[in-house]
């Protein structure tokens, strides 16, 4: 048993507060989040995140290396009793250990991408699933960055952390409008390409290794700020389609990502 102060209650005031953090506005209002899960904290730990409190399930037992990182970084342990854990803890994935963490900047004046590989630019992206499987392809595909424009889900969401397998700590990420967005873009002098669910060019044949590539939401697709930042001479944009040979008539946006994605990585070898 580790010999942290120990908590019994769900009702205690410290785990009302950090089962709180599930609400955007709680988020957005004390600059915290939850991350829940070994593999996710300890991520957030390798990229220097700053933690608060570390709430142990009092049955499962931590990897040793980890907790005194999160000491390190911050965190106070604290050993829950089973209805405690289970207020602050994610469902019913029970890896024995929920972070409360600063959350970190995603301000479009701090971003930096990296200096190869294409961008992700997600407009109106509402699932917090969708964002976080994103963040995975972006990962896993060696994007340069991830940009996400009026979108519907907060990055710092825990499921979206969670959905993310804690790559959102390792995938240069912001967040803005989407007129800041195209102001960078052109300042950037990146290619833009839009994927549009039709009357595109085939998926394959643009040039994506360098490119900021644009995805919407599949309920509203993309807005008409682009073509039209396109029409004034501030963008230079492309709309590529991928086929669609059933009955759907558009792919999950995560999906798409990840063709393109790997699309780019393939033209860049």
Not at 166 to 174: K, N, R, Y
């Amino acid at each position: 048993m580790i010999p942290f102060e120990r908590i019994t209650s769900p009702a205690n005031p410290r785990i009302k507060a950090a089962a709180r953090l599930r609400d955007a506005g709680e988020r957005r209002s004390r600059g915290l989040t939850l991350i829940d899960g070994l593999r996710e904290i300890d991520r957030a730990a390798t990229a220097g995140i700053r933690f608060r409190e570390i709430f142990l399930d009092e049955t499962i037992t931590p990897p040793s290396d980890l907790l005194p990182r999160l000491e390190a970084a911050g965190g106070e342990p604290l050993s829950l009793a089973a209805a405690a854990f289970a207020k602050v803890a994610f469902g019913s994935r029970n890896e024995g250990l929920v972070a409360v963490a600063e959350v970190p900047s995603f301000a479009l004046a701090q971003w930096k991408p990296r200096a190869t590989g294409p961008l992700l630019v997600l407009e109106g992206v509402e699932k917090p699933g969708n964002l976080g499987a994103i963040l995975r392809t972006a990962d896993a595909a060696g994007v340069a960055g991830v940009l996400v424009v009026d979108g519907g889900t907060d990055p710092a969401n825990p499921a979206t952390i969670r959905a993310s397998l804690g790559t959102i700590f390792s995938v240069p990420l912001a967040v803005a409008t989407v007129s800041d967005a195209i102001d960078w873009l052109a300042a950037s002098g990146r290619p833009v390409v839009l994927a549009v669910p039709a009357t595109g060019r085939a998926w394959h044949a643009a040039p994506l290794a360098r490119a900021a590539i644009v995805l919407g939401s599949e309920a509203h697709g993309i807005s008409g700020a682009w073509q039209s930042a396109a029409d004034h001479g501030r963008l230079v944009v492309e709309a590529v389609t991928l086929p669609m040979l059933g009955v759907a008539d558009s792919l999950n946006v995560s999906a798409t990502a990840a063709v393109l994605a790997y699309e780019a990585v393939r033209q860049a070898e």
